[in-house]
């Protein structure tokens, strides 16, 4: 049988468009000092290693295909690394805070009643500018907490500017900002296990 090659071509093209993003992906820090890719995810490796040996959280927050990516490292953050991680997406708790205080405010309240000194957030963001999560960023800054950012569309954006290592995925494709801010999920999770 003769493989159809025009019928994969798309998709062949698609994931080439990724492997240039991640290529080009870039890492910062503090005052967007830059460095390589290899010392962010050491650094964060570090981060998630002390969580793990002093039992602080690890909160992850994103909205929409954010909170799906999010909701994903929690359970591996959990599950196979055996580090306490909350996404803060308990359904009744978001909808009520949101419904009494407004959704720009729902993380924020949340990170307010349980964040810690030396806990850790990972804030998702396709476009580094949702309120909630600047909101909830600063509330976790207040109480003390490391913060690691994962974003994407504009270079400028908000939520770049707020961590101590940042990730950023110079693309304003959903799809394609997603698809490499769930692999930077997977392979700091992976990477937390060993």
């Given amino acids: 049988m003769k493989a159809q090659t025009d019928q994969s071509l798309p998709f062949n093209q698609y994931c080439q468009d990724l492997r ?14 830059q460095m390589s890719t290899a010392a962010g995810f050491e650094q964060v490796k570090k981060l998630l290693s002390e969580c793990a040996a002093n039992k602080n959280k690890v909160f992850v927050l994103g909205n929409g295909g954010s909170a799906a990516i ?16 909350l996404s803060c ?4 708790t978001l909808t009520a805070l949101s419904n009494d205080h407004g959704y720009t405010s729902a993380y924020e309240r949340l990170i307010e009643q349980w964040a810690a000194s030396d806990d850790l957030m990972i804030a998702i963001s396709s476009s580094g500018e949702s309120e909630n999560i600047i909101r909830a960023v600063a509330s976790a800054s207040a109480a003390g907490c490391r913060i690691v950012t994962i974003s994407g569309f504009n270079s400028g954006n908000k939520l770049r500017q707020l961590g101590v290592v940042n990730f ?23 990477t937390a296990q060993s």
């Fill in 70 to 85: 999010a909701a994903h490292i929690q359970n591996d953050l959990c599950n196979g690394a055996g580090i306490r991680a």
């Fill in 20 to 33: 240039k993003l991640i290529k080009s992906m870039e890492v910062s820090g503090p005052d967007n000092l």
């Fill in 168 to 190: 950023y995925v110079p693309s304003k494709h959903y799809g394609h900002v997603e698809t490499i801010h769930a692999i930077i999920g997977h392979f700091l999770t992976d």
């Fill in 89 to 92: 997406q308990d359904i009744p």
